[in-house]
């Protein structure tokens, strides 16, 4: 077993198989585990919000997944992972609380599901798997070695995708 590296909010790391990534707390957030089957390369970001353009002060680039993606995208590939070769899995985009009023827009967690999709689709790197909306929370862990992304929640039990 190799070494298990935690990711922490707004945050990305990558890792080199055996070693595993995790984090823990994704409400509203998205976890998103990208690798490369051949060299076993592979990142996790934790992003917060869908667009950096939206927000002032948007210098943490892994807190978006505009922004966060293409950044994980970029430092696997100077770890000899291949863009070409890249899938993913993705976990998380609850809604933690409730929402109220009359327009009901669409909630944050739903907001980053959809721009962490819009830019895989853009960088064309295929979602082999998903675990994401309802109303809990998740902690993963990511291995590059076969791909596992494993999910817990409490009171769901554990699940493998």
Known sequence: ?????????????VCISPDSITTLGLGSCVGIAIRDPITKVGGLAHIMLPDSTQI???????????????????????????PYRMVAKIAGGAQMFA???????????????????KKLRELHIPILAEDTGLNYGRTVVFFPENGDFLIKAVGKGEVII
């Open 1 to 13: 077993m190799g070494e298990l590296i935690k990711v922490g909010m707004a945050d990305l790391k």
């Open 56 to 82: 002032r002060n948007s210098t943490n680039i892994p807190k978006f997944a505009d922004t966060g993606i293409a950044e994980l995208v970029r430092q696997m590939s100077l770890k000899g992972a291949s």
């Open 99 to 117: 929402v109220t009023g009359k327009n009901n827009l669409v909630t944050v967690g739903d907001r980053n599901v959809e721009a962490t999709k």
